[in-house]
């Protein structure tokens, strides 16, 4: 697995996680069962994506933070053709912890904080771990407040 930064004039910062060449055609594939016009249509290979979109000078916003497939026979699917197996899933499902790591990592180097508003960790279970271990790993505080997180370089005053 593969993790690649985006950089795009500064303001947006997407994050593509890409499989392992041998799995990329399942990735393809399984991308023809999801939604178009999302983050699948630019990287359709890619396990998922997460966006941090630049909100001012000194804080980003998580946008999105997306899978690129479903496994087969989940009822979402367009089609029930696509989608990867459970087992394939499985060997990615740290792709999301991954993709935050790069996240924070380049949030630090900026001296960014990055807010991460409650309803993306409310409707995607295991968000809010992910985040909360990134974090950790980071040396980053996450504060908690009514509108959801506020996640804050090392050395910078609490909340």
């Known amino acids: 697995m593969s993790v690649v930064m985006l950089r795009s004039a500064g303001y947006n910062l997407p994050i593509v996680v890409f499989p392992r060449k041998s799995h990329e055609r399942e990735f393809v594939e399984a991308a023809k ?14 396990v998922g994506t997460l966006l941090l979109k630049k909100e001012n000078t000194s804080t980003y916003g998580l946008e999105f933070i997306q899978s690129h497939y479903m496994t087969k026979g989940n009822p979402s699917l367009k089609d029930p053709k696509y989608g990867i197996t459970r087992n394939r899933a499985t060997q990615y499902h740290g792709w999301r912890l991954r993709a935050l790591r790069a996240a924070l990592s ?54």
Do not use: F, H, W
């Open 33 to 46: 069962g999801v939604a178009k016009y999302g983050p699948v249509t630019e990287n359709p290979g890619a």
């Open 106 to 159: 380049a949030a630090q180097e900026e001296g960014k904080t990055v807010r991460v508003p409650k309803e993306a960790y409310i409707k995607k279970p295991g968000l809010l771990a992910d985040i909360n271990k990134a974090c950790r790993e980071a040396g980053m505080g996450a504060y908690e407040g009514a509108d959801g997180l506020t996640i804050l370089p090392p050395d910078s005053p609490s909340l």
